[in-house]
């Protein structure tokens, strides 16, 4: 399995901009990156997912690498509902679908 | 209307007894999982049904037996309870393996605690 890094854990203020790094270097051809959160005692949802260009919803943006060996997902203007752990993970486009979820980074936002 | 929803929420029971999660799910997809999310908080791949068909197995002790009796559910066993097997359990679901985004809808999650 392609393997993703993302810093343990991240630090801002509240309304400011956050990028929450992943590095995933052995990424294949066909292998989307999604990220995905996870708020205190709730299950994961799904944030936002791209291939090769950045993406954009309502949500977050998505800055993925010319290379495709890093991303960033961007938060436009953090709010304290947005502190939450965040998971950056590689999708197989073939054969059995399997999230695998990392360690992900801890984003406390400071009001 | 919760899209993917568990029972219970909550689950304390004594070593060695046998309980069941259920989930259900009203989005229409084709696949459902089961993940573990352990005291490190690491969230791992149990199992994975397509259309009440086994497509992910991961090495998980057989004392953990899935069945789904149709698409919509995908309700877990567990058999001889260990103080191991405390966690939170997550049901999710998505519309399978090459169709739409793939979005995995995950359920609130089952605590589980074995004393």
């Known amino acids: 399995d392609a393997k993703t890094t993302q810093p343990n854990s991240m630090e801002s203020n509240e309304e400011e901009p956050v990028h929450l790094p992943c590095n995933h270097s052995?990424?294949?051809?066909?292998?989307?990156i999604h990220w995905y959160r996870q708020l205190p005692s709730q299950g994961p949802e799904y944030v936002i997912h791209g291939l090769t260009s950045n993406v954009n919803n309502r949500m977050a943006s998505l800055a993925i690498a010319e290379d495709r060996k890093s991303s960033t997902l961007i938060l436009h203007r953090a709010t304290l509902r947005d502190a939450a752990v965040y998971y950056c993970?590689?999708?197989?486009?073939?054969?059995?679908?399997?999230?695998?979820f990392g360690q992900g980074t801890r984003l406390t936002i400071n009001p | 209307d919760t899209a993917v929803s568990q029972t219970p929420k909550y689950l304390v029971t004594q070593m060695g007894n046998d309980k069941s999660i259920k989930c259900e799910q009203n989005l229409g997809h084709d696949t459902m999982y089961w993940y573990k999310q352990d005291s490190k908080k690491f969230l791992k791949i149990m199992f994975s049904?397509?259309?009440?068909?086994?497509?992910i197995n991961e090495t998980v002790p057989n004392r953990f037996s899935p069945k789904s009796p149709d698409k919509a559910h995908l309700n877990l066993h567990i058999n001889s309870l260990e103080l191991g097997d405390s966690a939170v359990y997550f049901c999710?679901?998505?519309?399978?393996?090459?169709?739409?985004?793939?979005?995995?809808?995950f359920g609130e999650g089952s605590r589980l605690t074995v004393l």
């Open positions: 999710a679901s998505n519309e399978g393996a090459l169709s739409g985004t793939g979005e995995l809808f």
């Open positions: 993970i590689l999708r197989y486009l073939q054969g059995a679908q399997k999230l695998v």
């Open positions: 052995t990424i294949s051809g066909t292998d989307y």
């Open positions: 049904y397509n259309n009440k068909e086994l497509i």
